[in-house]
C-alpha cells in the first residue's frame, strides 16, 4: 500500500500554462530572439527550464542561463499567479491527509516559487515537505524526489510505499531512477500522446477523482 505521496507542481497541482507561455515569451523578447509556437512553449512545462532551451532552442549552457534569468524575471513578480489550481485537487490533498497519507512537494521549480505557488492555492496545510530546486540551478526530478526522501526522514524499507505523481515523463523517469513507483496525470495535455506510458507509468489517470480512486485502491 502506497502511504506516501510525492507530487509535482505544474501540469499537476496547478496549470501553469498561462505565467509561464508568457514569460517564456517576454523571455525571447528581451533576448531578441523570436519566440516559438505554442506547441512548442508547452513542452517547457514540466522539465528543468535550462535543459530545456538547450534541447529545444540549441541554446549554448551559457545562452540557456541567460534566457532563465529573463524568464524568472517576470515569472517570480508575475506568472507564477498567473495559475490556477487543478480542479479538485485542493480537497483531495486535503481529505489524503486526514486519511492518513503523508503527502509531499516534489518539483523543479526553484523552491522559494513552489512555497509562494503553494500557499497562494492552498496546497500547504495539506504538505508535509515542500522540495523544490535551488534558485540558481534546477535540480533533476531524481534529485528532488532522493532530497524529499531525505527531508521526509524516509529508509528504504519506504521506498515500496511512495507514489510519484506527475504529469511528464521526467517525472516517471525521475521516480524509475529512485526506486519509486510513479502515476502519470493527464490533467492538461501537456504531455504527448502515449509520453507517460512509454516512460513507465504504473497507470494514467485524468482526473482528480481517477486519482483518488488509484491511491485509495493501492
Same mark, same amino acid.
Request: proline share 5%; hydrophobic share 40%.
Given at each position: 500500500?502506497?502511504? $506516501?505521496?510525492?507530487?509535482?507542481?505544474?501540469?499537476?497541482?496547478?496549470d501553469?500554462?498561462?505565467?509561464?507561455?508568457? #514569460?517564456?515569451?517576454?523571455? &525571447?523578447?528581451?533576448?531578441?530572439?523570436?519566440?516559438?509556437?505554442?506547441?512548442?512553449?508547452?513542452? &517547457?512545462?514540466? +522539465?528543468? =527550464?535550462?535543459?530545456?532551451?538547450?534541447?529545444?532552442?540549441?541554446?549554448t549552457?551559457?545562452?540557456?542561463?541567460a534566457?532563465v534569468?529573463?524568464?524568472r524575471?517576470?515569472?517570480?513578480?508575475i506568472g507564477? &499567479?498567473e495559475?490556477?489550481?487543478?480542479?479538485?485537487?485542493?480537497?483531495?490533498?486535503? @481529505?489524503?491527509?486526514?486519511?492518513?497519507?503523508?503527502?509531499?512537494?516534489?518539483s523543479?521549480?526553484?523552491?522559494?516559487l513552489?512555497?509562494?505557488?503553494?500557499?497562494?492555492?492552498?496546497? /500547504?496545510p #495539506?504538505?508535509?515537505?515542500?522540495?523544490? #530546486? +535551488?534558485?540558481?540551478?534546477?535540480? /533533476?526530478?531524481?534529485?528532488?524526489?532522493?532530497d524529499?526522501?531525505?527531508?521526509?526522514?524516509? #529508509?528504504? *524499507?519506504?521506498?515500496?510505499?511512495?507514489?510519484?505523481?506527475?504529469? @511528464?515523463?521526467?517525472?516517471?523517469?525521475?521516480?524509475?531512477?529512485?526506486?519509486?513507483?510513479?502515476?502519470?496525470?493527464?490533467f492538461?495535455? $501537456?504531455?504527448? +500522446?502515449?509520453e507517460?506510458?512509454? *516512460?513507465?507509468?504504473?497507470?494514467?489517470? @485524468?482526473?482528480?477523482?481517477?486519482?483518488?480512486? &488509484?491511491? =485509495? *485502491?493501492?
Open positions: 500500500m502506497y502511504r $506516501y505521496i510525492f507530487l509535482d507542481l505544474d501540469g499537476t497541482l496547478t501553469s500554462k498561462e505565467g509561464i507561455l508568457n #514569460s517564456l515569451r517576454y523571455a &525571447f523578447e528581451k533576448l531578441g530572439k523570436a519566440a516559438p509556437g505554442e506547441d512548442t512553449l508547452i513542452k &517547457f512545462i514540466g +522539465p528543468p =527550464l535550462q535543459e530545456t532551451f538547450m534541447e529545444l532552442c540549441g541554446f549552457a551559457e545562452q540557456a542561463f534566457a534569468e529573463m524568464f524575471e517576470r515569472y517570480e513578480p507564477k &499567479f495559475n490556477a489550481a487543478t480542479p479538485g485537487m485542493p480537497e483531495l490533498c486535503g @481529505r489524503l491527509k486526514e486519511a492518513g497519507y503523508v503527502l509531499a512537494l516534489s523543479s521549480k526553484p523552491e522559494k513552489c512555497v509562494d505557488i503553494c500557499q497562494r492555492f492552498g496546497y /500547504t #495539506s504538505l508535509s515537505v515542500i522540495a523544490g #530546486s +535551488p534558485l540558481h540551478g534546477d535540480h /533533476t526530478k531524481a534529485d528532488v524526489i532522493r524529499t526522501f531525505h527531508r521526509l526522514n524516509l #529508509s528504504e *524499507a519506504d521506498r515500496p510505499h511512495i507514489l510519484m505523481v506527475g504529469d @511528464r515523463k521526467y517525472d516517471v523517469l525521475g521516480a524509475k531512477e529512485c526506486g519509486v513507483d510513479c502515476l502519470g496525470v493527464e492538461f495535455g $501537456y504531455a504527448t +500522446p502515449g507517460l506510458e512509454e *516512460a513507465g507509468a504504473v497507470a494514467v489517470v @485524468r482526473s482528480a477523482a481517477e486519482l483518488e480512486q &488509484f491511491i =485509495l *485502491a493501492h
